[in-house]
């Protein structure tokens, strides 16, 4: 069974870089075509895509965020990355990752998910 | 960019009923659909994809139809474990959700 698991600081600066990883158990993460993808939800409202990384190390960002996110994957810990610069209070939202898998389509939708865990954006 | 739109935002529903909630697509995004069903505090499990398939463990209640704009979920009879908020998801362009059906209890 597939498990995620987010982690990094719950309070940022205004201005600085949020920081978080996600580390994958029950998988090998450089196999198999997916994409390991960071996800987000403001409080008390819906899901905004942040953006994923394909096993080959292949990025794709969401254009709204494009300019301030970046995805990285270290394979020899099992880990994935999501660092967000410039971070404002629109920034604080719960922040999930997850597996993207593609079946038959050229795209991911998401069948394994971390718990996510709370950035807050603050001074 | 695809708009995803749902509808209702939110349904009152009774145990046993069936609820249909629909999702349409700015443009078309063939059968590349998802749904997700969200509870307070926890992340959203994949329900549906491809707009017809059921998810490995997924009870069969749950029903997915629809192509090109037009798509919708449909739970055949309420179980007290359905009242959650559910989201769309196209994968033809990148990703995109919808803002999400919250479903009630009647």
């Known amino acids: 069974q597939v498990q995620l698991q987010e982690s990094g600081p719950g309070l940022v600066t205004p201005l600085q870089t949020l920081s978080l990883t996600c580390t994958v158990s029950g998988g090998s993460i450089s196999s198999g075509g997916y994409y390991w993808s960071w996800i987000r939800q403001h409080p008390g409202k819906g899901l905004e895509w942040i953006g994923y990384i394909y096993y080959s190390g292949s990025t794709y960002y969401n254009p709204s965020l494009k300019s301030r996110v970046a995805i990285s994957l270290d394979t020899s810990k099992s880990q994935f990355s999501l660092k967000l610069s410039s971070v404002t209070a629109a920034d604080t939202a719960v922040y999930y990752c997850?597996?993207?898998?593609?079946?038959?389509?050229?795209?991911?939708?998401?069948?394994?998910w971390g718990q996510g865990t709370l950035v807050t954006v603050s001074s | 960019d695809i708009q995803m739109t749902q509808s209702p935002s939110t349904l009152s529903a009774s145990v046993g009923d069936r609820v249909t909630i629909a999702c349409r697509a700015s443009q078309s995004i063939s059968g590349w659909l998802a749904w997700y069903q969200q509870k307070p505090g926890k992340a959203p499990q994949l329900l549906i994809y491809q707009a017809s398939s059921l998810e490995s463990g997924v009870p069969s209640r749950f029903s997915g139809t629809g192509s090109g704009t037009e798509f919708t979920l449909t739970i055949s009879s309420l179980q007290p474990d359905d009242f959650a908020t559910y989201y769309c998801?196209?994968?033809?362009?990148?990703?995109?959700f919808g803002q999400g059906t919250k479903l009630e209890i009647k």
């Open positions: 997850a597996r993207g898998d593609t079946d038959s389509s050229p795209l991911p939708f998401f069948d394994y």
């Open positions: 998801q196209q994968y033809n362009s990148f990703c995109t």
